[in-house]
C-alpha cells in the first residue's frame, strides 16, 4: 500500500514539475522578422495601400503613419525601402548617403543619429524587424556584435 501511495505522489510530482518548465519555455508571442535588402526594397511607398518600412541601424520601422514624409512623391521618399543610417546621421538625402555604412561619421553626426533613432523612429513608429545583414555576416555567420538583449524591441535575452 505505501509502495502505491509513493508512486501517486511521485505522478503528481513529476506532473506538476513538468508544467513548471513548460511554462518557464513559454514561446514569443511575435516571431523576429528578418529583412534580405531585396526584402525591405518593396515596402518602399510606391505601391498604394502597401505598407511603408525603413530602417534605422538595422531596425526595421512601418513608417506608414508618416506618408506625408514618406509615400510616393513625398520629400523623404528617397530613404524608404532600405537602411538610411548614414543619410539619417548627417541629414542628407544624397544617394550615396543611402547606405547602412558609418564609416567615418563624426562624433556629433553619430549623437544625431542616436537622438533621431530615439527621439523620431523609437518613439513613433512600430519596430516590424531587423536587417538581415545587422545579425548575419555576408558569408551568412552570425554577427557577434549583434546582441539581442541590447535590442529596442526585446527585454530579455529568452524572448530572441
Ligand atoms: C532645408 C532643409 C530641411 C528642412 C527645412 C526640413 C524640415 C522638416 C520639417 C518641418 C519636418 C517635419 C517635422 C514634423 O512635422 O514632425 C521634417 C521632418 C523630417 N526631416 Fe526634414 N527638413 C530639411 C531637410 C532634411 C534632410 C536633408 C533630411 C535627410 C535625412 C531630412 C529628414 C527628415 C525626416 C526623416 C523627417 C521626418 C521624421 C519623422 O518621421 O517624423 N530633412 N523636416
Redesign the pocket.
Known sequence: MATVHIWVLFIVFSTVLSDDVKLKYKPATKPVRLFTEEELEKYDGSEEGQPIYMAVKGVVFD?TR?KE??GKDA??NA?VGKD?TR??A????DPA?LTSDTTGLTEEQLKSLDS?FEG??KT??PIVGYTASRILNEDGSPNEDFKPEDQPHFQIKDEF
Open positions: 513608417v508618416g514624409f514618406y520629400p523623404y530613404l538610411s543619410a539619417v548627417k541629414m542628407s538625402l548617403d533621431i523620431t523612429y513613433k513608429y
